[in-house]
């Protein structure tokens, strides 16, 4: 990235995380909570609060990751995940009128793929998946070491798919853990790390489900490499032995002996891939 300052915006399910990206880096934060029940004007002040704490002269343009359908020209935002109020938001026009610089929107979990392209493991990849596991699953697509967008940055939403009684996202986001064990992931993670048995058996189960999404991503794309971040990736130890077994059954298991799953470990990948779409 050249020397410019760029703003990224990850807007997610629970969080809106904001961060000034020059040389890239990250060099200054601010996020602030949002809640599914806020309406579509005070989720908007939130956004431009937040964005208020770290925007100075020094911008060119704001990138920003929704987790909904988006039309990349027009900058019109859809069905928001996880904020019902945003049916249809010309969110580009709205931030473009309040800071008066360019503004670039994309899909979440895109964003994701193209922070861990331009600054993270997915650098070393022309084909790979970056898997976002948070309140939801989110994937972003890179194919010939170019973000693969779809009509209105629809590719990747493999969350979407039927599975058991639901879609895979029951399963494999947030959700699985608060319906089958009525706890947070986040907090089945605190109890995992001091050995509880009830928390790391949850996570083992969790890595099964997560196999089968993770076989329709190979039967789907064969992808060299999947990148995993978001919340739950935090937990990777915990699921990781159960994901692998499940992968097992997977009919071609070459392509599983040369598959890198790799959790990220770059900061704020998010953030910089939402400030990258200003690229």
């Known amino acids: 990235m050249k020397a410019s300052s760029f703003i990224g915006v990850d807007i997610g399910g629970?969080?809106?995380?904001?961060?000034?990206?020059?040389?890239?880096?990250?060099?200054?934060?601010?996020?602030i909570s949002v809640d599914r029940n806020d309406s579509e004007k005070l989720v908007l002040e939130k956004l431009f609060n937040t964005i208020d704490k770290v925007f100075s002269d020094e911008v060119e343009a704001i990138g920003i990751g929704v987790p909904g359908v988006v039309s990349p020209?027009?900058?019109?935002?859809?069905?928001?995940?996880?904020?019902?109020?945003?049916?249809?938001?010309?969110l580009k026009q709205?931030?473009?009128?309040?800071?008066?610089?360019?503004?670039?929107?994309?899909?979440?979990?895109?964003?994701?793929?193209?922070g861990e392209k331009h600054f993270g493991h997915a650098k070393e990849f022309s084909n790979c998946v970056a898997i976002s596991m948070g309140t939801g699953l989110g994937m972003g697509i890179i194919i010939n070491n170019r973000l693969y967008n779809g009509v209105m940055c629809g590719a990747g939403e493999i969350g979407m798919l039927p599975y058991l009684n639901g879609i895979v996202e029951d399963f494999t986001g947030s959700f699985f853990f608060e319906t089958h064990y009525g706890q947070t992931a986040k907090e089945l993670y605190q109890r995992a790390l001091n050995k509880d048995l009830q928390a790391q058996e949850a996570?083992?189960?969790?890595?099964?489900?997560?196999?089968?999404?993770?076989?329709?991503?190979?039967?789907?794309?064969?992808?060299?490499?999947?990148?995993?971040?978001?919340?739950?990736?935090?937990?990777?130890?915990?699921?990781?032995?159960?994901?692998?077994?499940?992968?097992?059954?997977?009919?071609?298991q070459k392509q599983i002996e040369d598959l890198k799953i790799i959790r990220s470990k770059t900061i704020d990948s998010p953030i910089l891939g939402a400030a990258a779409l200003c690229l």
Request: aromatic residues 14%.
């Open 203 to 252: 996570f083992k189960s969790y890595g099964s489900h997560l196999a089968e999404a993770f076989k329709l991503i190979l039967y789907m794309y064969a992808p060299e490499a999947i990148i995993l971040g978001g919340s739950i990736s935090k937990a990777f130890t915990f699921f990781e032995k159960s994901l692998y077994n499940g992968l097992r059954t997977f009919t071609y």
């Open 94 to 114: 709205l931030v473009n009128e309040h800071y008066h610089v360019p503004v670039h929107i994309n899909n979440d979990a895109n964003c994701f793929a193209l």
């Open 73 to 90: 020209n027009t900058g019109i935002v859809y069905d928001v995940q996880n904020i019902p109020s945003w049916i249809e938001i010309p």
């Open 14 to 31: 629970t969080n809106i995380k904001v961060g000034l990206v020059s040389k890239g880096s990250v060099v200054l934060k601010n996020f």
